[in-house]
T-cell receptor
Framework: TQLLEQSPQFLSIQEGENLTVYCNSS?????LQWYRQEPGEGPVLLVT?????EVKKLKRLTFQFGDARKDSSLHITAAQPGDTGLYLC????????????FGKGTLLTVNP | GAVVSQHPSWVICKSGTSVKIECRSL??????MFWYRQFPKQSLMLMAT?????????EQGVEKDKFLINHASLTLSTLTVTSAHPEDSSFYIC????????FGSGTRLTVV
């Protein structure tokens, strides 16, 4: 089982601040995904990164895939209360059944 | 886009009874679906992989006789929590894969 270490586990910041969430592993991934989940809902896909060194931007969110495809980061610029939620990184564990393994998640609270 | 419908969204049951949760792929066929369990402020833990027309594959530590999975059609997988106990109270989420992974909105199970 490929282990995804996600940090920090909890983050509480003020509106307007920047933050970075990290997702690390000793395994190499063909791709890695970031999800955002709100209470009482299922996770919603934000982005999939595939190429080592890849950077993808989604409005104020910037996702980076490490050159070795073992780690990824999510950076949020000028956080807003609407960004509050559980951010999860996930990767396919390989094989033919395409199981998705999740990191422990980062619970982000943006205070107004 | 792909939509996965999960029902019910919440259920309260008495200890010792059984509860069935449905997961439907609305506009695509899913030969494989996944069932996750999530405790408050924690990440998703994969319970089992549901395979259409064959037995489900359970993750280590998940009791297959307690969490019965049936995937009788290409659009429906069900999870039955048998003889439920308060410790089974949790948020259960299903997902299916088309291009990426799509998640249901989850079922909040409370066993009293």
């Amino acid at each position: 089982t490929q282990l995804l270490e996600q940090s920090p586990q909890f983050l509480s910041i003020q509106e307007g601040e920047n933050l970075t969430v990290y997702c690390n592993s000793s395994s190499v991934f063909s791709s890695l995904q970031w999800y955002r989940q709100e209470p009482g809902e299922g996770p919603v896909l934000l982005v999939t990164v595939v190429t080592g060194g890849e950077v993808k931007k989604l409005k104020r969110l910037t996702f980076q895939f490490g050159d070795a495809r073992k780690d990824s980061s999510l950076h949020i610029t000028a956080a807003q209360p609407g960004d509050t939620g559980l951010y999860l990184c996930a990767a396919n564990s390989g094989g033919s059944n395409y199981k998705l393994t999740f990191g422990k998640g980062t619970l982000l609270t943006v205070n107004p | 886009g792909a939509v996965v419908s999960q029902h019910p969204s919440w259920v309260i049951c008495k200890s010792g009874t059984s509860v069935k949760i449905e997961c439907r792929s609305l506009d695509f066929q899913a030969t494989t679906m996944f069932w996750y369990r999530q405790f408050p402020k924690q990440s998703l833990m994969l319970m089992a992989t549901s395979n259409e027309g064959s037995k489900a594959t359970y993750e280590q530590g998940v009791e297959k006789d307690k969490f019965l999975i049936n995937h009788a059609s290409l659009t429906l997988s069900t999870l039955t929590v048998t003889s439920a106990h308060p410790e089974d109270s949790s948020f259960y989420i299903c997902s299916a894969q088309l291009v990426g992974y799509t998640f249901g909105s989850g079922t909040r199970l409370t066993v009293v």
